[in-house]
């Protein structure tokens, strides 16, 4: 469809900060126009949205997708579908596979399998040092100018300060972001929880929240020093709150993320040793889930991502301790978020701000947004209708996430990328 026009709206504007019935003109993959009184009559496609919500698609920081190296896990295509399913217009996917992606060579092999395989757009991230084991930086330079769009080592904290400062230093010299993991290493290491009384009960082997803080302090050091452009994966404590506010307000070039699971479960929902609420950082209490939704609602936390990390059955039916961290998350990613609105924590704009607008500015993206021009990146979604989530229908090929069996509100309806329809609920 070349030329479209979607009629009874309700259009979510994060840029605008509204939430309004009207309609949008799409022509040649490109918003057009948007207004609120009922349009002219024009020879393009109508599609009547019945009053649901339109918004921008999301566009998700930190996909994981197993190829090369465990594609039995995840593949380009399944992901693909699943992101489209869960009204992901653009997956921004991680190095962490098997092999890492820390040359040219290898990040050109996902690319070409993302663009034959996945109906939405992919943004690829390298590794930030070779292999990602923290001694040698990969060529950022080259990867750069191979498309990638940021450079993260992913939950492998690089704990050799001086490898640290060079890496951002040389990202500086190019204008590369780089993303990283804010823990303190050693302290950190092999927890399962987060300490407290819970993981005392539970015999889990548990980290202090301060690792979190710990590891932020002295990320924001070096950026002090270095002035390279950081952000920081996922913040998901109350204690690390204060010095990133600091580090904003001295003009720092920071932003912050967090995941969806970290802002709606908590610490005692691992219940009975489940491991499908194994994630890594580990849950939090619910002071700390309170204080980074607040966090979130006045925007000090810029963006809110699934951290989608396919693990299959074998590594998760496995003691706690033991079992594999991280859960499935691009098809439940937006009706958990919607928990957040319908609890009145946040309102529809203020969450595709943090889902689809800041994504869109940290990575210098046109999309995101709803104005004249923006890509006609689209997910239509009925906020309020209820389902009990089942995992056998999910489409990606791991199914571990913590959602299974629980009830959920809100569903995608349809996805269009470039204004071409990628998915339809039937």
């Known amino acids: 469809m070349s030329d479209t026009l979607f009629s009874n709206a309700r259009l979510i504007d994060p840029e605008a900060g509204t939430d309004t019935l009207g309609w949008l003109h799409v022509r040649d ?9 009922t349009p002219e009559a024009s020879d393009a496609e109508t599609v009547d949205c019945g009053g649901k ?5 999301i566009i998700d920081i930190g996909v994981k997708v197993c190829e090369p190296g465990e594609r039995h896990k995840e593949s380009y295509k399944s992901a693909g579908r699943a992101a489209a399913a869960g009204g992901v217009t653009t997956m921004v996917t991680r190095p962490d596979t098997t092999p890492a992606i820390d040359t040219p060579e290898s990040l050109e092999f996902v690319t070409r399998r993302a663009q034959a395989d ?24 080259f990867l750069q100018d ?61 980290a202090s929240p301060m690792a979190e803080r710990m590891g932020l302090d002295r990320d924001i050091a070096l950026l002090e020093m270095t002035g390279a452009k950081y952000h920081a994966d996922q913040i998901t404590t ?13 003009g720092l ?70 079992a594999a961290a991280g859960a499935v998350a691009l098809e439940t990613f937006l009706p958990a978020a919607l928990r957040l609105v ?14 689809s607008l800041n994504p869109a500015k940290r990575l210098g993206l046109d999309a995101g947004r709803l104005s004249a021009g923006a890509p006609a990146d689209l997910v239509l979604f009925d906020p309020d209708v209820p389902f009990v989530l089942d995992r056998a229908t999910l489409l990606s090929k791991s199914q571990n996430t913590p959602f299974d069996g629980q009830r959920m509100q809100g569903r995608v309806l349809a996805t269009f990328v470039g204004g071409h329809e990628v998915f339809r609920r039937t």
């Open 146 to 206: 191979a498309g990638a769009v940021a450079f993260t080592d992913c939950d492998h904290v690089i704990s050799d300060t001086k490898v640290f400062t060079r890496a951002l230093t040389y990202a500086r010299s190019c204008g590369a972001l780089v993303m990283a993991h804010p823990q303190e290493p050693i302290l950190s290491k092999g927890a399962a929880a987060t300490s407290g009384k819970f993981a005392a009960l539970y015999g889990l082997p548990a």
């Open 342 to 355: 319908h609890a009145e924590y946040l309102d529809l704009p203020t969450l595709f701000r943090a889902m």
């Open 29 to 37: 993959g490109r918003i057009m126009a948007t207004g609120e009184r």
């Open 238 to 250: 109350a204690r690390a709150l204060p010095a990133l506010e600091r580090a904003k307000a001295n």
């Open 53 to 57: 919500c339109l918004a921008p698609g």
């Open 118 to 141: 996945t109906p939405v757009n992919v943004l690829p991230m390298a590794a930030l040092t070779k292999g990602r084991e923290g001694r040698e930086m990969t060529e950022i330079g």
């Open 253 to 322: 070039d920071i932003s912050a993320g967090t995941s969806v699971h970290h802002l709606t479960l908590n610490e005692l929902d691992v219940a009975d040793y489940r491991t499908f609420f194994k994630v890594k950082p580990p849950l939090r209490s619910e002071d700390d889930r309170l204080a980074v939704i607040e966090a979130v609602r006045t925007g000090l936390i810029d963006i809110i991502s699934s951290m989608h990390t396919p693990q299959d059955e074998e590594s998760k039916r496995l003691p706690f301790e033991e």
